[in-house]
T-cell receptor, first 115, second 115 residues
Framework: AQTVTQSQPEMSVQEAETVTLSCTYD???????LFWYKQPPSRQMILVIR????KQQNATENRFSVNFQKAAKSFSLKISDSQLGDAAMYFC????????????WGLGTSLAVNP | DTAVSQTPKYLVTQMGNDKSIKCEQN?????MYWYKQDSKKFLKIMFS???????INETVPNRFSPKSPDKAHLNLHINSLELGDSAVYFC??????????????FGPGTRLTVL
């Protein structure tokens, strides 16, 4: 069975600095998708960034980028130029390619941004 | 326009009662989901429907019964509510064959408190 591990329950960063949130996963599949979701205090779940396992290039979305290491089964999220609005819970999630649409979730990392 | 909506957003009720949470999506998606997020923020899939057909049914007490009258709606009915049912329940939707790797769009959540 697939698992997703986020080893940092809490992180903090100074405004305008860079922070990296770690995520590792376990799977025997070769084709899958990885996601980072953000959940601010409003509790709305928002997709931050996605990565297809068959793509070697790391995904980027503005200030958000990932370091996808397929062999190491690692999928870290880097937030550059951190802003106060980035403060939230961040969840890493995994999904097999194909018909099984179930997302496997990590336990989340709570990110605080200090002014 | 709200993409995925849930009603109610807050629900406070007594143990033993029966309650329903409604979910509607106007994205034209063919797959809908119910998740439970507990007090430790752990997200767990409960059910998923594709075109009104149940495709994911995790180990959930049979007091929980999903109903999908059409592919734009997935309601969750809970019988004989227990204290442990207190959580935030999220509805989500996705399109099975989307080029965007089946990104799931989440509703705002329903905070259920059982007294």
């Amino acid at each position: 069975a697939q698992t997703v591990t986020q080893s940092q329950p809490e992180m903090s960063v100074q405004e305008a600095e860079t922070v990296t949130l770690s995520c590792t996963y376990d799977t025997s599949e070769s084709d899958y998708y990885l996601f980072w979701y953000k959940q601010p205090p409003s509790r709305q779940m928002i997709l931050v960034i996605r990565q297809e396992a068959y793509k070697q290039q790391n995904a980027t979305e503005n200030r958000f980028s990932v370091n996808f290491q397929k062999a190491a089964k690692s999928f870290s999220l880097k937030i550059s130029d951190s802003q106060l609005g980035d403060a939230a819970m961040y969840f890493c999630a995994y999904r097999n390619a194909g018909n099984n649409r179930k997302l496997i979730w990590g336990l989340g990392t709570s990110l605080a941004v200090n002014p | 326009d709200t993409a995925v909506s849930q009603t109610p957003k807050y629900l406070v009720t007594q143990m033993g009662n029966d309650k329903s949470i409604k979910c509607e999506q106007n994205l034209g998606h063919d797959t809908m989901y119910w998740y439970k997020q507990d007090s430790k923020k752990f997200l767990k899939i409960m059910f998923s429907y594709n075109n009104k057909e149940l495709i994911i049914n995790e180990t959930v007490p049979n007091r929980f019964s999903p109903k999908s009258p059409d592919k734009a709606h997935l309601n969750l009915h809970i019988n004989s509510l227990e204290l442990g049912d207190s959580a935030v329940y999220f509805c989500a939707s996705s399109q099975a064959w989307s080029p965007k790797t089946n990104e799931q769009f989440f509703g705002p959540g329903t905070r259920l408190t059982v007294l």
